[in-house]
């Protein structure tokens, strides 16, 4: 980057900038970072996407997107990364995602290693806050705001497709999104996450709107009885003969679909378009 991002504030790439967190939390640089951990799959993709990636020096065991990303030294898992390897890499810049909080940041802030943790998990507004936030962080910012903004046109004009008169007698259908099932207890998208607002503006009716957070009784699920139920990919078979299931409409009417959804729509990030143009067509009635 030449550092003339007017977008950012930043004169030169030299020069001290700050950046607002989506928490509220500000983190100020000492010049753009040259040597970056990424403890977030949804990290390296968007940093790879807006023209970071030559930067990124460490990554998680989940960080599978681009492919590239594979022969980049890998630091451990979200959770319990390997705060040693991490010194080894000589980062000038941690970028977490969800889950990365606790312990290893406050082991990596007492190191004094600049950490910034990406996540704004409530609204679909989160997501384009999460991209253009990571642009400004690594010196990108107009190539985030850029990023940002085609994922946000993506989403609206599909939000437009489907607000027209041929659509006025649409009944929005039930919709279930599966996170985790079966003796575990069951967690989804409540209506306070971005997922929960993706599954709601793409037109679909979350059957979890009045859960707080990911988990939900089993009791309100059977008695919700979705017209449509939304796995993750290689999952449809096990869910549907697991039991306590096989008795839900969308089970034994064949409306249990699969989704990328590991990369789509649990990653926040410009993915999460392409598998919202998806929840729209299978909402309303378009899905191949």
Do not use: M
Not at 165 to 189: I, L, M, R
Not at 239 to 257: I, M, W
């Amino acid at each position: 980057a030449d550092g003339k991002d007017q977008e950012s504030g930043l004169k030169d790439s030299d020069q001290p900038y700050t950046v607002v967190l989506p928490d509220g939390t500000s983190i100020t640089l000492e010049k753009t970072p040259e040597r970056i951990v990424s403890v977030g799959p949804n990290i390296t993709d968007i940093l790879f996407k807006i023209g970071a990636g030559n930067c990124v020096v460490g990554r998680t065991d989940y960080c599978d997107e681009p492919k590239e990303v594979k022969d980049i030294p890998s630091i451990g898992s979200i959770y319990t990364p390997d705060i040693e390897k991490i010194v080894e890499l000589e980062p000038d810049l941690i970028i977490g995602s969800i889950h990365f909080y606790g312990e290893a940041k406050d082991r990596l802030d007492e190191l004094g290693i600049p950490v910034a943790v990406l996540y704004d998990c409530e609204t679909i507004d989160g997501v384009y806050n999460t991209i253009r936030t990571a642009g400004e962080l690594v010196g990108k910012a107009e190539e985030g705001i850029a990023l940002a903004d085609e994922t946000k046109q993506r989403i609206d004009s599909t939000i437009t497709k489907y607000s027209g008169s041929e659509y006025a007698d649409f009944k929005a259908p039930s919709v279930y999104y599966v996170v985790d099932y079966g003796e575990n207890g069951d967690f989804t998208a409540g209506g306070n996450t971005f997922i929960g607002n993706i599954i709601t503006a793409a037109g679909g009716e979350n059957i979890a709107e009045e859960v707080d957070g990911w988990q939900i009784a089993h009791e309100v699920l059977i008695e919700a009885d979705p017209e449509i139920i939304i796995v993750r990919k290689g999952e449809a078979k096990t869910f549907c003969s697991t039991p306590g299931y096989e008795e839900l409409s969308a089970v034994k009417n064949g409306r249990v679909y699969e989704f990328d959804t590991e990369h789509q729509l649990d990653r926040q990030g410009y993915q999460n378009a392409d598998i919202f143009i998806k929840f729209a067509e299978l909402f309303h009635g378009e899905a191949e």
